[in-house]
Nanobody, 124 residues
Framework: QVQLVESGGGLVQAGGSLRLSCEAS?????????MAWFRQAPGKERELVAS????????EYGDSIKGRFTITRDNAKNAVYLQMTNLKPADTAVYYC????????????????WGQGTLVAVSS
């Protein structure tokens, strides 16, 4: 069973930066995943923040974070990262790492594996 473990969340002031990390483990040694970051703020639906294909050629960002966040991956570690800059109070949410087989034909928001989430809180 694939497990995703996130780290790097915390409390930061508006304008600050954070870097989230997520490592996948437990799958086959030859597993290849497309990966993504989602977030869910209190009272709101979960939204896609960024996604990255395997091995990393295709990247997509949600409209609300374009130009401020950067998604990268380390294929040797089965890891994905989210560098967040110029954070705003509206970015406050629980951030989730997600993964799915690299050749999945499911709709873009459908992922098979999810992390437990890490809280990012941005104060004004």
């Amino acid at each position: 069973q694939v497990q995703l473990v996130e780290s790097g969340g915390g409390l930061v002031q508006a304008g600050g930066s954070l870097r989230l990390s997520c490592e996948a483990s437990g799958g086959r040694t030859d597993s290849r995943f497309a990966m993504a970051w989602f977030r869910q703020a209190p009272g709101k639906e979960r939204e896609l923040v960024a996604s990255i294909s395997y091995p990393g050629k295709n990247i997509e960002y949600g409209d609300s974070i374009k130009g401020r966040f950067t998604i990268t991956r380390d294929n040797a570690k089965n890891a994905v990262y989210l560098q967040m800059t110029n954070l705003k109070p509206a970015d406050t949410a629980v951030y989730y790492c997600a993964a799915r087989p690299y050749n999945s034909v499911a709709p873009p928001f459908v992922y098979d594996y999810w992390g437990q989430g890490t809280l990012v809180a941005v104060s004004s």
